[in-house]
Structures are given as structure tokens and as C-alpha cells.
């Protein structure tokens, strides 16, 4: 069945710029995460959302940063006036709850900020 | 508050001898434990899992993890590595402290030598 599916694979833009990465998760899977990853480094914690309930926003590094997730499927992260620490790649995964469940990855959008 | 250190941050075996890639965890309640690898330019991809069943978890691939909890440990092992074996993996740990928030180890490179 289909997986985890982030576009685009990549994006390279101007600081300063705002981007919108975008992930459609299973369907099904309830839970979404974001998670950012520098170059060689480990996942960082972004944003957690589960059905209608309020997101877990704890790891945001900036009001820069935002996401939604409308219909309780589709999300989109949005960076504004991007800055070229922003530079990673954007993870993005799903499960059917949070906890025991393993989540299932996304292949990633590599975002490279000139 | 739960956490997870992945005890070495590069290891290299020979094609054909065993890997093994240590983790330790702390957990204040009974944690679920995984193991994702991540292929370059990849997602993670789950290898296995631990959910207080068995505490010898076998994954894809060849690989297993045994949960010993009076060593908080969930070492991952596998027989005889492959080429294909080359690449990053990822311990991770989950509880219901904190509201089963996902903790990431900063990951083990594997390198296999010909």
C-alpha cells in the first residue's frame, strides 16, 4: 500500500523566502510528526499532531515555524523568512497512536537555504 | 523522564562478522523500544520492536534486540553483516510519561567492510 509521501524531495531557496513542505501520511494513521534533520545529525522534534486534539508544538525552535493539518490528514510545514540554519531535511511520519505504535517515514524534502 | 544513548557513534565490522549496536534507555514506567536504520537519502524504516511481549524481538533483515531491563539495555545484533547493512540506525524509546513522546537516540553509523 501506499507509504508516507513528502513533497517536494527537494528545495533550494533564497533566505529570506518563505516554503511550504507538505505530507500526506497513511491512510488511516491518526497520529502525524515532524521532525527535522541536519546534516549527520539525529532527528529533532518538530510538531505532533493526533485527531482533533490540540498539536504538541513543544519542539518548534521559532515562530518562524508553523504547521496545520487540515481534514485530519494532509499537513503542511510552513517556514517563514527562512534563515540558512533552516537548512535540513524535513521528516515527516505517521502512526495509528501515539506510543507503542512504530511510526512509518516519509523519504524526506531536503531543504537548502542560498 | 524517559531517554536513550546509543553507545557508539560509528561502528565498523567486516563483511560476514556480527554487528552488534548498543543502546541503553531510561524509562520510569514499562517503555516500548525501537529500532528504525535509515538508507541514505531515506526515510527511517522500522527494523523492529519491543512492547513488553517477548524481551528477544526479531526484526527484518536478520536483525534482533534483546530487552533486558536490569541492564536498561536493547542492544541490536545480527549474526553476519552484509554490505547492504551500511547505514545509520536509530534507537528510540516511548512511554507513557510525558504523554508517549518519542525519544530518539543520536544514531550509530554502521560502516561494513568488504
Known amino acids: 500500500g501506499a507509504g508516507v509521501s513528502q513533497s517536494p524531495s527537494n528545495k533550494v531557496t533564497e533566505k529570506g523566502k518563505d516554503v511550504e513542505l507538505r505530507c500526506d501520511p497513511i491512510?488511516?494513521?491518526?497520529?502525524l510528526y515532524w521532525y527535522r534533520q541536519s546534516l549527520g545529525q539525529g532527528l529533532e522534534f518538530l510538531i505532533y499532531f493526533q485527531g482533533n486534539s490540540a498539536p504538541d508544538k513543544s519542539g518548534l525552535p521559532s515562530d518562524r515555524f508553523s504547521a496545520e493539518r487540515t481534514g485530519g490528514s494532509v499537513s503542511t510545514l510552513t517556514i517563514q523568512r527562512t534563515q540558512q540554519e533552516d537548512s535540513a531535511v524535513y521528516l515527516c511520519a505517521s502512526s495509528f497512536l501515539r506510543g507503542d505504535q512504530p511510526q512509518h517515514f516519509g523519504d524526506g524534502t531536503r531543504l537548502s537555504i542560498l | 523522564a524517559q531517554s536513550v544513548t546509543q553507545l557508539d557513534s560509528h561502528v565498523s565490522v567486516s563483511e560476514g562478522t556480527p554487528v552488534l549496536l548498543r543502546c541503553n534507555y531510561s524509562s520510569s514506567y514499562s517503555p516500548s523500544l525501537f529500532w528504525y536504520v535509515q538508507h541514505p537519502n531515506k526515510g527511517l524504516q522500522l527494523l523492529l520492536k519491543?512492547?513488553?511481549?517477548?524481551?528477544l524481538v526479531k526484526g527484518i533483515n536478520g536483525f534482533e534486540a534483546e530487552f533486558k531491563k536490569s541492564e536498561t539495555s536493547f542492544h541490536l545484533t545480527k549474526p553476519s553483516a552484509h554490505m547492504s547493512d551500511a547505514a545509520e540506525y536509530f534507537c528510540v524509546v516511548s512511554d507513557r510519561g510525558g504523554g508517549f513522546k518519542t525519544i530518539f537516540g543520536a544514531g550509530t553509523r554502521l560502516f561494513v567492510k568488504a
Open positions: 519491543y512492547t513488553s511481549a517477548a524481551t
Open positions: 491512510s488511516g494513521h491518526t497520529a
